[in-house]
């Protein structure tokens, strides 16, 4: 049987906290499936993300690091990543679907967003700044089960200061690798 969605987040969770990572005290609880309806019709798979979590508490001065699920990118509020689509309405890759929503993104404004268009599954985009916004997964179960091997394959570690780090290569050798990331 193959896991769903909310199963491989699990597995991502359980390897932060196996990793002792101040996010997960700072994850707030998912939304209800009928708490996505006000920011129109979504995939499932997209409410199956906010219901997981609702992205991460924030407070002034806060270190981006400690909101980190992988090394660079936190979880973003569902209120979050609407407020985030203007900046990006003129990507031609975005205006290629029926609609899109960033989940993760970076201090400097890279994200990780769900594309989809008509009853296809969700597509994951890497929007990254100087570069041209690319399909960067085939969906998001993918997504997260690529996070989860890295942090199983030593693409995403934890440095002596206690800080995500992300093993380039590593993490490029694991992407061509495996069966169906992208």
Do not use: K, N
């Not at 909101?67 to 509020?77: H, N, R």
């Not at 679907?97 to 994200?111: S, Y």
């Not at 990780?112 to 916004?133: C, D, K, M, N, Q």
Request: hydrophobic content about 40%; glycine content about 8%; charged content about 30%.
């Amino acid at each position: 049987m193959e896991e769903s969605l909310t199963d491989r987040l699990d597995d991502l969770e359980w390897w932060l906290r196996m990793l002792r990572r101040p996010v997960v005290d700072l994850l707030v609880p998912g939304l209800p499936a009928d708490g996505t309806t006000r920011h129109g019709p979504l995939p499932p798979v997209v409410v199956e993300w906010f219901g997981w979590h609702d992205g991460v508490t924030r407070a002034p001065g806060q270190d981006h690091r400690d909101v980190e699920v992988i090394p660079g990118y936190a979880p973003l509020a569902l209120a979050e990543a609407v407020g985030l689509r203007p900046a990006y309405e003129e990507d031609p890759v975005l205006l290629l679907g029926d609609g899109w929503l960033p989940l993760l993104a970076t201090e400097e404004g890279d994200l990780f967003a769900a594309l989809w268009s008509g009853p296809y599954e969700p597509r994951v985009v890497a929007i990254r700044s100087g570069e041209p916004t690319r399909i960067e997964f085939t969906d998001l179960p993918a997504m997260v089960e690529f996070f989860v091997e890295c942090f199983r394959r030593g693409g995403f570690t934890v440095d002596a200061d206690g800080r995500f780090t992300a093993d380039r290569a590593r993490y490029e050798e694991l992407y061509d690798e495996l069966d169906s990331p992208h």
